[in-house]
């Protein structure tokens, strides 16, 4: 969460101190966290609690420590996980504070911020020239290009960090230092922001060659120039139940014929479709992928993911699709930068 660190007071502090901070976190904001000096997570203080202790003629100016619940809720990282975010959510528990092996706090999950938690790292392809969307790319980079309020490349990071995705790798080339500079390490959105830097361009996967270790058993991988509001965690899901090594995301392409066709066999009509549609799926630039199957990226090289595809194909593996129903837009061209102005103001996220 965003400046989580509001919501964390001394054990010192009195109580009315602690009332007039979460009078300014606001009234939805309404718990603080008592640590002491080396962080480590004392108890939890809620608007409830001093009202109930008030009304027992606790003197405001006692010790917040008082007031506190010593036995609040709290998580490791590796309890972050759906089953466990519903069952607070089911407590009407909206904060709940992370603790690392010593009991200090390392973040505070607003859990009204996630749509669904999923245990993937990210990397997403940001080096390309943007060429086709001259002179708008001449000194600004593609994903850094502004669609409604902010960057292509911060839709796509900020919608990731709703399913709960905190190391992002990206991958950059052309203008990547004004990537970089813009994003930094990803701190400021609770997440883990990495570089991938291409000397030579490698495709659309070979930069994750470079990267030696992720720490999640899938990564997602994607585009940067995306616009879209696909739901992460059905996309996630789908894939983890079909037991497949890759899933890729596809966007349904419809074609509709004007004209009645047969169907034969040598001279025999068999069948007669009036007017048909035919359905494709067309690759959409967005893949889930077991990390075991990036063993087949070679390192430093040019690569594609259709590279990978095919690969998996051709050994039996299973590499599914998964049609995307909701917003995709692929910004590639002027028109359809101009097309994302205007969408994005209607887009659900």
């Known amino acids: 969460m965003k400046n989580w660190k509001r919501h964390i007071i001394p054990p010192d502090y009195s109580i009315r101190q602690a009332l007039s901070v979460l009078n300014d976190l606001g009234i939805v904001s309404n718990v603080l966290f008592v640590t002491d000096a080396s962080g480590k997570l004392l108890g939890s203080i809620t608007d409830g609690d001093i009202r109930r202790n008030l009304l027992k003629e606790v003197s405001i100016q006692e010790s917040a420590t008082k007031v506190m619940n010593r036995n609040c809720r709290r998580l490791s990282a590796d309890e972050i996980r759906n089953k466990v975010l519903n069952e607070l959510r089911a407590l009407n528990i909206r904060y709940v504070p992370v603790i690392d092996g010593q009991g200090v706090i390392v973040n505070v999950l607003n859990l009204d911020e996630y749509k669904e938690i999923i245990p993937v790292d990210a990397v997403i392809m940001a080096g390309g020239r943007g060429e086709r969307l001259l002179p708008l790319t001449k000194e600004v980079p593609k994903p850094m290009l502004v669609v409604g309020e902010k960057p292509i490349i911060e839709h796509n990071i900020d919608r990731l960090a709703q399913y709960g995705v905190k190391n992002i790798h990206i991958s950059i080339n052309y203008l990547g230092h004004k990537i970089e500079e813009y994003l930094g390490n990803g701190s400021n959105k609770g997440i883990n922001i990495h570089y991938i830097r291409e000397d030579q361009p490698l495709g659309?996967?070979?930069?994750?060659?470079?990267?030696?270790?992720?720490?999640?058993?899938?990564v997602l991988l994607m585009n940067s120039d995306l616009l879209t509001n696909i739901d992460y965690g059905d996309f996630y899901n789908d894939f983890i139940r079909s037991g497949s090594e890759m899933a890729v995301a596809t966007v349904p392409h419809h074609v509709d014929l004007p004209y009645a066709i047969l169907e034969l066999d040598e001279e025999r009509v068999i069948s007669l479709q009036e007017k048909p549609r035919y359905t494709y799926f067309a690759n959409a630039g967005i893949?889930?992928?077991?990390?075991?199957?990036?063993?087949?990226?070679?390192?430093?090289?040019?690569?594609?993911?259709?590279?990978?595809?095919?690969r998996i194909i051709a050994e039996k593996k299973k590499l599914i699709n998964y049609p995307?129903?909701?917003?995709?837009?692929?910004?590639?061209?002027?028109?359809?930068?101009?097309?994302?102005?205007?969408?994005?103001?209607?887009?659900?996220w």
């Open 204 to 218: 659309t996967i070979g930069a994750i060659g470079l990267v030696d270790q992720f720490k999640e058993d899938a």
């Open 287 to 310: 893949y889930l992928i077991k990390t075991g199957m990036l063993d087949y990226v070679p390192k430093g090289k040019f690569y594609n993911a259709t590279d990978l595809m095919e």
């Open 324 to 348: 995307i129903l909701k917003y995709w837009l692929d910004i590639g061209r002027m028109n359809d930068y101009q097309k994302a102005q205007e969408d994005i103001r209607h887009i659900g």
